[in-house]
């Protein structure tokens, strides 16, 4: 079985006299950085100045510095921009003014694991991965637990690479849920094809396409709603909470049967190439120079099949209904 490191198992003490450095303050880099400075970790962020996460930084409680001067302080440095602009603010701010021996971590692989940050020999990479986006990974800390977490190690310049990475997930909350071992391709890969194949992609997908084949057969699109999209969260906290076996043991025999007759007929096997073909493409690279070359370029086609996600009928639908759900109406992020 795999095993699964929790707070009782690791040196919490290996940060004590290291400065950490978050470098960005978007959804990951904020919730790690609040969970370290409230678990007593010296931490400093660093940010462009006068922007809106300097900001955002400076209502919180922070004294943002800028990125080179972080880095410069630093002895592990959080890369948390966004995978496109990592590899140049590495090139530009981090590797100038990183000290020898100083460990550079990340949350994801992609960079690394595709080739697009080098990272010199005297310095640690490092991974730890909450299972989580960034407003879990804080929300869960102030409850008193915390996301799991993937750790793994590139790069062992210092002996102790494993050692900080594991504190660092003490700091950020993680070891409370458990943390588990693994390694930058591993992440990286299976990461990018859930996101793909289960979580977004194919789960928007199948909700959509649900929703347009009972609205196009004539029923009212907001009950072709609840029953495609809304009811979603109510399955998937079943199976979060016990797997698939809860989700059959608290939904009717009929929505059982329902399941086990037509589950298959929707998920093919043609649907099961087309999984192999996308896993394929992001083991080979195939995805990641894709959306280097996009990324690149402006990002003309993922802004045009945004906008297009963006303007499709559910969303004016969901929108328009959701105003009406008085348990959202303190959450205006939701409601949008």
């Known amino acids: 079985m795999t095993t699964m ?3 009782s198992d690791l040196n919490s003490s290996a940060l004590d006299e290291l400065c950490v ?3 960005g303050y978007g959804s990951q880099g904020r919730g790690q950085a609040l969970n370290l400075r409230d678990s007593g970790v010296n931490i ?3 940010l462009r100045e006068g922007g809106n996460s300097w900001n955002q930084a400076v209502s919180e409680g922070w004294s943002p510095l800028t990125m080179e001067e972080a880095v410069k302080q630093a ?3 959080c890369l948390m921009c966004p995978d496109m602009a990592q590899p140049q603010v590495y090139k530009d701010i981090v590797a100038p003014h990183i000290k020898p021996g100083s460990t550079v971590l990340f949350s994801h692989g992609f960079n690394i694991h595709f080739g697009a940050i080098e990272v010199a020999a005297e310095n640690n990479v490092v991974m730890i991965a909450p299972k989580g986006p960034g407003g879990m990974v804080r929300r869960t800390y102030e409850d008193g637990s ?3 977490a993937l750790v793994a190690v590139h790069q062992d310049a210092t002996g102790n690479a494993k050692e900080l990475a594991l504190a660092y997930g003490w700091g950020i909350g993680s ?8 390694t930058f391709p591993e992440e990286t890969e299976t990461d990018l094809f859930g996101e793909q194949a289960v979580l977004c992609g194919g789960l928007t997908e199948l909700i959509v396409a649900g929703w347009e084949t009972l609205v196009a057969a004539g029923y009212k699109p907001e009950v072709a709603y609840f029953e495609c999209l809304h009811e979603v969260k109510l399955i998937v906290d079943l199976i979060y909470e016990g797997g698939i076996a809860r989700m059959h043991e608290f939904i009717s025999d009929t929505a059982a049967y329902g ?7 929707i998920v093919t096997d043609e649907t099961r ?4 073909e996308v896993l394929t493409e992001i083991q080979d690279g195939t995805f990641a120079k894709n959306w280097q070359a996009e990324s690149a370029a402006g990002a003309p086609n993922f802004k045009q099949m945004m906008q297009a996600d963006l303007d499709h009928p559910i969303e004016a639908c969901g929108k328009a209904l959701r105003k009406q759900f008085s348990w959202l109406k303190d959450n205006q992020e939701v409601q949008s």
Not at 175 to 182: D, H, L, P, V, Y
Not at 273 to 276: E, G, R, V
Request: no cysteine; charged share 25%.
């Open 5 to 7: 490191y929790f707070e």
């Open 21 to 23: 450095a978050m470098i």
């Open 44 to 46: 400093v962020v660093g």
């Open 75 to 77: 002895d592990i440095i």
């Open 146 to 148: 915390g996301v799991p």
């Open 175 to 182: 070891a409370r849920a458990g943390i588990i071992e693994t």
């Open 259 to 265: 399941d086990l007759v037509s589950g298959k007929r």
């Open 273 to 276: 190439k087309a999984m192999k």
